[in-house]
């Protein structure tokens, strides 16, 4: 039976070192020997699995025919049950709204931050360096995304601990415990309610008030589409980039050769950053079809869902030379982990500067350390999937690397 039958995102099979690549290898042999680049699941009612970065690369262009009112499958818990914020939307209301954003999420913009990345990084590690053990997902990559998520948006960084508890109810705990995940998300909404009436009184220099007070046709948006950009804001600043940190310090962890080369030549950082993302990217993304389409040789009727599966894509051999080794200076890397087109990640600068940073810092303070040899990291899929746990140990106090 073929792989792609059973294939379901939120139940992807773990292979020895706790994380779904063999599998993740193996459907891609699969499409590769069978020339399948996309194959029928059952799982959820049936839908559409494609794994080749050919195929891929042509549904994310031919957006007319995609909706990404499809993007999250099965849907998030978000408020009202609206689509996502302009990764859920098409045209032209994507490009209308996200507009007000290109700005604050620029290339510039992105480098503004360094220096703020470099001081939380700092304040974080010292928390736990004397200690010589952490879970680094817990004391470290949960809590940088969150705190400049809650920063960007004018609020405290010690904010980032509630914004974190309702992303996960709205992206995870919605399907596990539905109870549990509504009292969050009124917790939620409290607490917009109160921040969109504090921005329309005192703005500031935020991306928040940017948003609350900027006007599309001559008309300031209403409380629903600022919401939906806070949440938005929260679930793409947190929940991904929380993941990609989480799986950059776990191949970190184990790779002593790899952390030795990132230290012999820093200058490397740049193109590093998207071979991490390239393998590790913790993102897939969803659509429907518009209208009959035949991708790859495969028709495609209106109305049936598609799960682009970055993971696999980034590692097709016909476009990736030794796809499953990293190679740091990898170049062209056209990878899919930030998307592509018009749904390009609107935070894809920032991603890139946040990841150098914060492994920059940290290898900085921390040059040896390996994976717990008492606790496992554990895998989390999903949507949006990766390390929800990578314990290490390391000398106290930090020191030079043999």
């Not at 302009?86 to 503004?112: T, V």
């Not at 600022?226 to 993941?243: M, R, S």
């Not at 170049?331 to 749904?343: D, E, K, M, V, W």
């Not at 994976?371 to 930090?398: D, E």
């Amino acid at each position: 039976m073929s792989l792609y039958t059973d294939y379901d995102h939120y139940n992807t099979p773990l292979g020895p070192d706790g994380t779904p690549y063999e599998y993740f290898e193996a459907l891609r042999d699969e499409a590769v020997q069978t020339d399948k680049a996309i194959g029928w699941s059952e799982i959820y009612g049936g839908f559409w699995v494609v794994t080749g970065w050919e195929a891929m690369r042509e549904i994310q262009h031919k957006a007319n025919l995609f909706s990404s009112k499809g993007v999250n499958f099965p849907t998030l818990g978000t408020p009202g049950e609206r689509p996502l914020m302009l990764a859920g939307y098409d045209e032209p209301a994507h490009s209308r709204y996200r507009r007000l954003l290109q700005i604050p999420f620029s290339p510039s913009k992105a480098l503004e931050m360094e220096e703020y990345f470099r001081k939380d990084t700092n304040l974080l590690i010292d928390r736990f360096i004397a200690d010589g053990e952490v879970d680094l997902v817990a004391a470290l990559t949960q809590a940088v995304p969150g705190r400049m998520t809650a920063m960007i948006m004018g609020r405290p960084p010690e904010d980032g601990d509630r914004y974190r508890t309702w992303v996960h109810a709205i992206v995870m705990q919605v399907h596990t415990d539905p109870e549990g995940a509504a009292a969050h998300v009124r917790d939620l909404d409290e607490h917009f309610a109160e921040l969109l009436e504090e921005r329309r009184s005192n703005p500031g220099d935020d991306i928040l008030s940017t948003v609350v007070h900027a006007e599309l046709d001559g008309e300031k948006l209403n409380d629903d589409e600022i919401k939906d950009f806070f949440i938005a804001l929260l679930i793409g600043g947190i929940d991904n980039t929380v993941h990609q940190l989480a799986n950059m310090f776990w191949r970190l962890a184990w790779d002593k050769e790899l952390r030795r080369q990132l230290a012999a030549k820093p200058a490397m950082w740049a193109s590093a950053v998207d071979e991490f993302l390239r393998l590790y990217g913790p993102a897939q993304a969803g659509r429907i079809v518009n209208e009959p389409v035949t991708i790859a040789g495969v028709d495609l009727a209106a109305g049936q869902q598609i799960q682009m599966v970055h993971p696999i894509a980034n590692r097709d051999p016909r476009q990736f030379a030794n796809p499953d080794v990293f190679i740091a200076e990898r170049t062209p890397n056209r990878h899919f982990a930030l998307g592509l087109g018009i749904h390009r990640c609107l935070g894809a600068h920032l991603v890139r500067v946040e990841m150098r940073i914060v492994a920059e810092e940290f290898l900085r303070r921390i040059p040896d350390f390996e994976l717990s040899p008492s606790r496992a990291p554990k895998w989390t899929p999903g949507q949006v999937a990766g390390m929800t746990s990578v314990p290490i140990v390391f000398p106290a106090g930090g020191s030079v690397p043999a």
